[in-house]
């Protein structure tokens, strides 16, 4: 087995916000799956958390729970695309603090 140049992409997003996001992710040329542009899959659910008295929240209050409908997006990513990546994350997603984790794939 060797390495690969492709790396797996994993990040939640209110469902507001998806359709923009994703969008902006393909427009810039990631996801892209051999004559494929704009590839991802999208898995709906509720994201919960608690903002504390330091936050900015973009939805609910401060010390109280909160539940938000959201998306997990997942996508491929050449390595050397993951610094546009994060700045098309940082310009297109609502959240202060972004779920986003990114898993290194395998040629097999």
Same mark, same amino acid.
């Given at each position: ?9 994993? &990040? ?8 923009? &996001? ?11 799956i ?18 504390n ?20 997006i997942?996508?491929v ?6 610094? &546009? ?5 940082e ?8 779920? &986003? ?8």
């Amino acid at each position: 087995m060797s390495g690969s140049n492709k790396v797996k992409v994993w &990040l939640t997003c209110p469902e507001t916000h998806s359709e923009k &996001l994703r969008m902006a992710i393909g427009d810039a040329g990631i996801g892209q799956i051999g004559n494929y542009s704009h590839c991802s899959f999208v898995t709906k659910g509720k994201g919960y958390f608690k903002p504390n008295n330091k936050a900015d929240p973009h939805s609910g209050q401060k010390g109280k729970l909160e539940e938000v409908d959201e998306v997990v997006i997942e996508f491929v990513c050449e390595k050397e695309q993951i610094p &546009l990546l994060k700045q098309i994350v940082e310009d297109n997603h609502p959240y202060e603090e972004v779920a &986003l984790d990114i898993f290194p794939l395998l040629n097999i």
